[in-house]
Structures are given as C-alpha cells and as structure tokens.
C-alpha cells in the first residue's frame, strides 16, 4: 500500500516528533502551527551556525500572515497520527508511548545528530518566551516581515531578505562570540526581533 | 535590415561574398576566398535563427539583351538556388527562358552563374568580377577609397584599360607574388643579420679571453639558484593540479553515493513508519470512541462503538475490506534504517573531508600560480640583464673545440640566409621586371584612352567640386619598386595623400573616378551600376547640390545608380529629382517593408513630410513632362 503513498519526508517526520514530545512536555500539548514555527526556528539557528539552508532537508513557504510553513511538516503530522504515534482525546494531540520509543530510535541516527541541537534551542526557547512572543518575534525576521508586508507568499530563505538575515547573524555572532550555547543567540535575538516596530507600524 | 544591409545583401547575391572591413586587400584571388567566413557571420544576427533556411536573396539583372535571374540562399557564398537566363529583345512580359539550370546541383548552378556572368561582361574571371562590384563599382559604409589605395588603384586601372582583361589577372598574379617575395627577403635579411649579430659577439668573447672571468660564477649560482625555485614551483603547481583533479571526481563520486543512500534511506524509512499502522489509532476511530458517536455516519450509542471496536480489531479494513499488513516493527527494519544511515554517515563524513581538502588545494594553487609568476618574472629578468654573461658562460661551459663547432654551424646558417635572401630579391626583381613591362604597356594603353577618360573624370568631378582638376596617369619604376597610380591635382597643387582634401572632398572625388571608370569600362549596350549607401552622411552642406549634380550626370549619360540614402533635410535627393524626373528615378522607401525601430516608429509623419516634396517632383503630371 505504501508503495502508491505520498512520500514521508525522515527529516521532516524526525524533526515533527522531536518538536511534539518538547512540546508535550513545557506545554502540555501540541498545536500543528507550532510545529512549523519552532520547526522553521530551527532552521535558521543551523543556518546562523552556517549550516547551508539547502541541507536541512525540507523547505518552507512564508503565508501572507507571515507565518512560516511546511508541506513535509503537514505530510508527517498526518502519517504520525494515521500510525498512532501520535492520538488525538477530545481535539488535543498527544504522542504516544510509541512515539516516544520512535523518537528514540530515530534521535539514535546520525542522521538526526546535528539538527538535534537546533530543534533543542528552538524547544528551550520556550522555558523563557511565551510561545506568542516566539510567534510574534518570528513574524519580524527579514524574510517572513517582507511577506506580510507585500502580502504575498513564496518559498523562504531564497528571496533577498536572506542577505538581511546574515547581516543580523553575522552582527549576533559578534556579539556572542565565545559562547557555545545556541539557546543564547536564540533568545537574544528573539528578544531583539520582538523589540522591533510590527508590520502596520511600519506602514504607518 | 538597414540601408547598408540593403546593398550588402544585393552584392552578396552578385558575387556571393560581404568583404571583412578588417581585412586587409592582398589581391583579386585572396579576396574572393573570404577566410573568416565572414559573410556567414555578417548575415547571423541579421536574419533570425527560424528563418535561417528560408533567407534568399534574389535579383533580375539586364546584360546584352538579356536577364539573368539569380537567388542565392543569405548563407550560401557558392551555390545558387536559381539561375536562369531570359530573352528580353521581345520585351519583359514576352521573355522566353534560353537557360536554364533547374536539372543541376546548387554548387554546379553558382559555378556555371560564374562563367555566364564573367564571359557576358567580357572579364577574365570571376575574381575580377567580385573586385570590380565590391571595391570600383561600390562605395559602401567602408568608406574604402581607390584613389588612395594603390594595390586597389592599380588592379582598377589594369582592368580598366588593359585591352585584354587576362593582362589584368597577369597583374594581379605578379603582384602578389611580387609582394611575396619581397616579404620573404625582408624576413631572411632580418634574420641573418641576427646570425651575424651572434657570431660577432662570439669571436669577440673568445678574442677577448673574458671567458673564464671568476666574477661570472656568482651569475651562474644566481641563475641556477632562480630557475631550480621556478622549476620547483612549476612541479608543485603541477601535482597540485593533478590533487584537484582527483578532489574534484571524489567529490562527484561522493555526492552520488549520498544521494543513493539517502533515497535508500527515504525508501526504508518509510515502508518503516507504514509498516505498523494500526486501524484502531485512526484519527476518526478514536474520535468515534471519545465521542460515543460514529465519526462517519453520526450513529451514537453502545452498540454502534462496540460494532466499531469489533470491526477494527481484525486485519481487515471495515471501509474497502483490503487486508491491512499489520506489521509489528521489527528488529529487520530498524537494522536495515541504522545500516543506511551509518553509510550515510560514512559518506558525509568523506564528502567533507574530501572537500576541505579540494579548499586546501584551491588555496595552495592560488599562491603558487602567483609565485610562479613572481618567479618566472624573476627568471626573464636576470636573462635580460645578465644576457651577454650568461652567453659567454654557455660558451664556456662548450669548451674551444664546441665553441668552433657553434661558430662555424653559425657561419654556414648565415651562408644558407644570405642565398636564401639573395633568391628571393631576385625574385622579387624578376617579378618586378615583368611587372614593369605590364606596366608599361598599360601606361601606352592609358595615354590612348586618356583623352576620352580624363575629360569624364572632370566633368563629373568638376560639377561636384566646382574648381578646376586634372588626373595624371604616374609610373613608379625604381631600383626596388615598381607601381603604377593615378595623381590629382586641384588648383595645380598635387593632391597624393587623402589627408590634403576635406571629407568631402576626398569621398566626392572618388566616387567621381568610380564613375569614369564605369563609364569608360561599359559598352553603350551594357551601362554599368554604381551601388553608393548613404552618401549624404559624409557631404558638407555647401557640397550637397553639387554632388546631386554629379549623381544626375552620370544617370543622365545612360548609367545607373543604387543608391541608399537617409529621409533628411540634405539636397542630393532633391536635386537629383529636380535634375532626373520621373523617367529616370525611382524612390522606394524602405520603411514601407524594413523593421523600424521604435525611435523610428515614434512619428511616421516627419518621414512622409520630408519625402512628399521629393516625390511630388517623381509625379508625372498631364501635360507636363520631367
């Protein structure tokens, strides 16, 4: 039967599962916008360790609501709920005792190493920002602000407002020169993109 | 297509060639051979790439009583597509085809087109042919001059008043050869001077006893010292090349083994998560049960979600009723996933060492091509300086027997030179005598033709220029140069360099002696055709009616002109018309059928109200004849 099926993307079903247990486990629960949020988070935390966007394995569009989001994120949210690794009780999504075995499984890969620590720093960000504030401080980053200004969507991370992003990186960089952590940058510069004028205040 | 293209295009169908303006004119023979191909590359651009096959150019031209029809292909320089001869004497619309070459190859067709054309006009060949049309009887954008260009001067000049056209080709042949050879003594001159220069320098060394001076050593050293760096850097450039190389293939082996494995993976990885989908986890099986409702049909109660229960414990699906593999996940295709993914993990880790090492590499060529340049500068520069040095250390190196062997190769190089230079300049003088004789026969011709020719050039030339020349025929026969050109003097001043007369001057001037020399050439019953693109863009104004004058005195006389001309202010046009009329001048604006740019397009108007008034004197009016 698989065979006629839509492909599951691994990556995209890895880093799907990784965000719902982190999210299980700070929130309570899971909301699929909140899988492309913090999925796409991470994303741009490899890519501000110069990881080349090409090599994260799935891609994302950018919704007039500037929102980011992903086809391989929908893909494998809907085949982990058909398989059970994920259970819905009364509308709210839960991972299950199989999915948390999976996770293991796949977090064992080495495939899945690397991108460990950026999906990580995206989940950690939420122990101090509110998930809002994460939306709301997204929604300014270069590429996901210029689409909700010109009210378009189109793929991210390939339009000009990429060469905004490295200049905010390479700034960031300068300033957390010695530190390890990812979870700092995220957070300074969350911190820094919520500071910033909202959409319609920019218009005005 | 434009004004020059026009007339372009009507020359490439005549003779099948569009000249290279940055050729230089060698001779009839070399000019017709188009060794740049350039008149494919001419038209590439010009016609677009659909209609590459299609381009023609066709033409009907009148010789003795004849018409000759000829389409040429735009990129076909020695075929033809048609050539046929018609009979006119009983006019056009009558004309009966008396040749015809429909049966024969296109290659055959242009060779036979060849022969007709150049025996109807009475040349040698069709070498001739193409020299007269493109360089006496055409004065296009090149702006090419014959006044002023002897080795063109003297070809018109042969075929002009030579009695017989083969005396020309003669010419032509002697020419060249002529040229040839001198080049040949010159070069041979040059480089047995050089063989002297070398054996002077050696017995001056070895009379000299500086061939063991102590002080030359530290040279030696220095030299030694600068070429082992260069030679050392160039064996290193060269394996580093071969490394990236290398770099490079691992790479494009690496990046297919990765791509492989990670489709192997994506395969596996998702039979995997397929494999244990369980009927009782469905999304709406679940809700059912939370619900106490069917999700598909609204059914509520125990029954209903117990029948639900039933249904979804077997292996069966209750909707299509397939078989579902309900595959635990085992042990099998979870090795199988950590397989892959170790290898894939093997060959990331390949693809990125490979590739540092290719950055490496990369780097390490950058600096060594900049030293070797640094150290080949080094090398070339020490040569120089130390050029006399380094030669009497090589002669010190060969020992007195080696030196006299060098010498006395040296000597017999020179002796071999000398002859070789001595047979060429007698050469050179034996084409030169033969050339001379041409000459003077031709010279004999001229003065017997002059009395008719001359009074043509001043006449035309007089009417554009209004001051009082004269054309002199002038033979060159020195001890190494022999030529023969033509010389003007306006107001008894000499005028043999084109930078003595104004731009006008000189381009008037030499489309007047284009025109008396078709006027001269051409039998009453096959008046020649003059080609002239944009003449009024190279006119002064005060020149304009004057040259207008000129154009209509040579139609006037029973000749033509294909003329292409900008729609501007400028008199030619104008009195041209007021000179011809209707009967012996036609307009044909080409904006009815070219391409116009949209500059051009921009007002339509302003071309109708320039060209009106110049029509209106074409108009043939009742009772009112042009």
């Known amino acids: ?204 | 297509m434009g004004k020059s293209t026009f007339l372009a295009a009507v020359n490439f169908c005549l003779t099948g060639i569009v000249p290279n303006p940055s050729e230089t004119f060698l001779g009839m023979e070399d000019f017709l051979k188009d060794r740049s191909n350039f008149s494919k590359d001419y038209f590439t651009g010009r016609i677009s790439e659909k209609d590459r096959k299609a381009a023609e150019v066709s033409l009907e031209i009148t010789l003795s009583r004849q018409t000759y029809v000829i389409t040429r292909g735009i990129f076909e320089s020695k075929s033809l597509r048609e050539f046929s001869i018609y009979d006119t004497n009983t006019g056009n619309k009558n004309r009966k085809k008396v040749f015809d070459t429909s049966k024969m190859s296109p290659a055959k067709r242009h060779t036979v087109y060849a022969k007709k054309i150049v025996d109807a006009i009475g040349l040698d060949s069709f070498e001739q042919f193409a020299f007269l049309q493109h360089f006496v009887f055409t004065f296009d954008e090149r702006r090419e001059l014959v006044f002023w260009t002897p080795k063109v001067l003297e070809r018109a000049l042969y075929l002009a008043f030579g009695v017989d056209p083969k005396l020309a080709t003669q010419a032509d042949k002697i020419r060249r050869d002529w040229d040839r050879e001198g080049s040949h003594a010159r070069n041979t001159t040059q480089e047995a001077k050089n063989v002297a220069d070398r054996i002077r320098f050696i017995e001056g060394e070895l009379s000299s006893n500086s061939i063991n001076d102590p002080s030359d050593y530290e040279v030696v050293a220095q030299s030694e010292k600068l070429t082992n760096e260069r030679d050392k850097i160039q064996s290193l450039l060269f394996r580093l090349k071969t490394d990236l190389d290398d770099a490079e293939l691992k790479l494009a082996n690496l990046s297919a083994t990765q791509l492989s494995l990670r489709s192997e993976y994506e395969t596996e990885f998702n039979k995997h998560i397929r494999s244990n989908s369980m009927l009782s986890l469905n999304p709406i099986i679940t809700n059912s049960i939370d619900r106490d409702q069917c999700n598909l049909c609204g059914t509520g109660g125990t029954t209903a979600i117990e029948m639900i229960k039933l249904n979804t414990s077997a292996n069966t699906c209750p909707l299509c009723n397939s078989v579902v593999k309900a595959r635990p996940p085992d042990g099998e295709s979870i090795r199988l996933l950590k397989e892959i993914d170790k290898k894939l993990n093997k060959a990331k880790e390949d693809f990125d060492e490979v590739y540092a090492s290719k950055q490496r590499i990369t780097s390490d060529l950058e600096q060594s091509d900049r030293a070797l340049q640094k150290a080949e500068r080094a090398v070339s520069v020490f040569e120089r300086t130390n050029a006399k040095v380094l030669e009497r250390l090589r002669l010190a190196g060969q020992g007195p027997n080696e030196v006299n062997r060098t010498l006395e190769r040296l000597r017999e190089r020179w002796k071999e030179l000398d002859e070789k230079k001595k047979r060429h300049y007698e050469l050179r003088d034996k084409k030169k005598a033969q050339l001379v004789r041409l000459q003077r026969k031709l010279s004999a011709q001229y003065t017997e033709a002059e009395k008719d020719f001359v009074p043509l050039f001043r006449e035309l030339a007089v009417s554009f220029i209004g001051i009082e020349l004269d054309v002199a025929l002038e033979t060159k026969e020195t001890k190494t140069e022999a030529g023969i050109n033509l010389v003007l003097t306006l107001k008894e001043s000499t005028r043999r360099n084109e930078y003595q007369l104004s731009e006008s001057q000189k381009y008037f001037i030499d489309i007047a002696l284009r025109m008396a020399l078709a006027q001269h050439m051409s039998e009453n019953e096959n008046r020649a055709t003059l080609f002239i693109d944009t003449p009024e863009g190279s006119l002064d104004i005060a020149y304009e009616k004057g040259a207008g004058d000129m154009f209509a005195r040579f139609v006037k006389s029973g000749h033509h002109i294909l003329m292409t001309a900008n729609i501007n202010s400028s008199q030619i046009l104008r009195t041209l018309a007021d000179n011809c009329g209707p009967s012996m001048m036609h307009i044909e604006p080409m904006i009815n059928w070219t391409t116009l740019s949209s500059v051009q397009k921009r007002d339509p108007q302003l071309f109708t109200k320039t060209l009106k008034p110049i029509q209106d004197k074409l108009r043939v009016r009742k009772g009112r004849a042009y």
């Open chain 1, 1 to 204: 039967m698989y065979e006629k099926a839509e492909l599951i993307n691994s990556t995209a079903y890895f880093d799907t599962l990784y965000i719902s247990i982190r999210l299980q486990t700070l929130l309570g629960s899971v909301f699929t916008g909140e899988l492309h949020l913090l999925a796409y988070l991470s994303c741009l935390l490899g890519l501000y360790e110069s990881h080349p966007v090409s090599e994260w394995g799935y891609g994302f569009t950018g919704t007039t609501e500037g929102a980011p989001y992903s086809p391989a994120i929908t893909a494998a949210s809907d085949q982990m709920e058909r398989s059970g690794t994920v259970f819905r009780r009364h509308q709210i999504a839960y991972v299950s005792d199989r999915g948390f075995a999976e996770c293991e499984l796949l977090s064992s890969m080495y495939s899945n190493t690397t991108r460990q620590r950026y999906l990580e720093g995206a989940c950690s960000s939420l122990l101090t920002l509110p998930i809002g504030i994460v939306r709301e401080a997204l929604s300014r980053e270069p590429e996901l602000r210029s689409m909700s200004i010109h009210r378009t969507a189109r793929q991210l991370l390939q339009g000009p407002g990429l060469e905004s992003l490295y200049r905010q990186f390479e700034l960031l960089r300068s300033v957390l020169d010695h530190s390890s952590d990812i979870l700092a940058p995220a957070m300074v510069w969350l911190t820094y993109l919520s500071c910033e004028p909202a959409r319609n205040e920019v218009h005005r």
